[in-house]
Antibody, heavy 115, light 108 residues
Framework: EVQLVESGGGLVQPGGSLRLSCTAS????????MTWVRQAPGKGLEWVSL???????YYADSVKGRFTISRDNSKNTLYLQMNSLRPDDTAVYYC?????????WGQGTMVTVSS | DIQMTQSPSTLSASVGDRVTITCRAS??????LAWYQQKPGKAPNLLIH???TLKSGVPSRFSGSGSGTEFTLTINSLQPDDFATYYC???????????FGQGTKLEI
């Protein structure tokens, strides 16, 4: 079964860091484009970052310079390193497979940035 | 950046109705448009990609149309399970910055 499972969310103070993980089963993350999308409480969806199969990366302007997307093919896992976190980064973070639109999603992990 | 504008923001309908949601792009995105359904507390679920291609397993009462800057999602014969929030998304192959519409809440 094709599946994505996120982990690593939690409560962090402003200015802090957090690393999210997204472990895949049923396919290989290294062979696909992979992406992160977030959703602030009660709000819509916001694309965050993308990594191509060739490791080229892209970021939304709102996170550029603070977030880093990467993957470990040996663990079949996608990551999102989040630094200099701000209260407006508070959201549910989803990873997804990008295969002509986002066809497989994880269940999401909540990140709360608050003092 | 490409902006996506969905309308309406909220749509009230009844079981058995036919409804249409519109999505407009700020520039030409050809057919690089997807539609997602999201239920409370759940991840989004892809319904349609390339503007009109139904994802495998999605009921045929869902359909998408349009190209360029104007797109529509139509749901025929609404079922109780269809009441959810719907998002359009552009994924223009020439721009890696994907954009979602603000969402349309379909309520009973």
């Amino acid at each position: 079964e094709v599946q994505l499972v996120e982990s690593g969310g939690g409560l962090v103070q402003p200015g802090g860091s957090l690393r999210l993980s997204c472990t895949a089963s049923g396919f290989t993350v290294g062979d696909d484009y992979m992406t992160w999308v977030r959703q602030a409480p009660g709000k819509g969806l916001e694309w965050v970052s993308l990594i191509y199969s060739g490791d080229t990366t892209y970021y939304a302007d709102s996170v550029k310079g603070r977030f880093t997307i990467s993957r470990d093919n040996s663990k079949n896992t996608l990551y999102l390193q989040m630094n200099s976190l701000r209260p407006d980064d508070t959201a549910v973070y989803y990873c997804a497979r990008d295969r002509d639109a986002f066809d497989v999603w994880g269940q999401g992990t909540m990140v709360t940035v608050s003092s | 950046d490409i902006q996506m504008t969905q309308s309406p923001s909220t749509l009230s309908a009844s079981v058995g109705d036919r409804v249409t949601i519109t999505c407009r792009a700020s520039q030409n995105i050809w057919s690089w448009l997807a539609w997602y359904q999201q239920k409370p507390g759940k991840a989004p679920n892809l319904l349609i990609h390339k503007a009109s291609t139904l994802k495998s397993g999605v009921p045929s009462r869902f359909s998408g149309s349009g190209s360029g800057t104007e797109f529509t999602l139509t749901i025929n014969s609404l079922q109780p399970d269809d009441f959810a929030t719907y998002y359009c998304q552009q994924y223009n192959g020439h721009s890696p910055a994907y954009t979602f519409g603000q969402g349309t809440k379909l309520e009973i």
